[in-house]
Each structure stands twice: as C-alpha cells, then as structure tokens.
Nanobody, 127 residues
Framework: QVQLVESGGGLVQPGGSLRLSCAVS????????IGWFRQAPGKEREGISC????????TVVGSVKGRFTISRDKGKNVIYLQMNNVKPEDTAVYYC????????????????????WGIGTQVTVSS
C-alpha cells in the first residue's frame, strides 16, 4: 500500500514562487509515476503534471506550462512541484497521486487513471 503526503502549500503573492512536495512511502516498488493535480472550488480536478519514476521523464500541461516544473529525488522518494510566477487562478488544493499501472505520457495525467491519492495541500495566491 502506497501512501502519499503533500506539503508546502500556503499563501503566496501573485508573481511569487512556492515548492510543493509529495512524499511517497509504503510499497514504493508499486508505483511507476506520480501525477500532480489541483482542484479549485466549484471546479473539476485538473491534471497538471506527471513524472516517471524510472527515468525522470516528465510532462507539464495546460495553463501552468512554462511556469511549473516537476522533479524527483529518487533517493528520498519525494516528488516536487516548483511553482513560479503564480497567479490568483492557481489557487486550489493540490494533490499528488499514483497508480501501479500508470505511465506518464505527453498528454499529462488524467485523474481517472489513478488509484492512490494524498489528502492535498492548499495553495492560495493573493495579495
């Protein structure tokens, strides 16, 4: 059983930066990739980035492309989401997720492909 714990959320001003972490524990051999998602109030959960554990290949999609970066520390089993030049519309609860059968592709993550989720971390962008 894989457990995921997000951290690093908080209040940040527009144009600022924030780094989220996703710590993976448990049966770490059972996951191949990690996806980052976010959900704003009243909106559906949106996939924004994913990374493959095996080779570090990664994808960032949508409105965060060019501003957010995903990376991994394989030795620590931690996946990071670096958020730069944040905007008020980035305000959401951010989640990481995994599934033993998922492989990150250029299309980015789809929430329906993931079975293990963290509880999320709140990011609020406001002046």
């Amino acid at each position: 059983q894989v457990q995921l714990v997000e951290s690093g959320g908080g209040l940040v001003q527009p144009g600022g930066s924030l780094r989220l972490s996703c710590a993976v524990s448990g049966s770490t051999l059972s996951f191949h990739a990690i996806g980052w998602f976010r959900q704003a109030p009243g909106k559906e959960r949106e996939g924004i980035s994913c990374i493959n554990s095996s080779d570090g290949s990664a994808t960032v999609v949508g409105s965060v492309k060019g501003r957010f970066t995903i990376s991994r520390d394989k030795g620590k089993n931690v996946i990071y989401l670096q958020m730069n030049n944040v905007k008020p519309e980035d305000t959401a609860v951010y989640y990481c997720a995994t599934d033993p059968d998922y492989y990150c592709s250029d299309d980015g993550p789809d929430a329906t492909d993931f079975t293990s989720w963290g509880i999320g971390t709140q990011v609020t962008v406001s002046s």
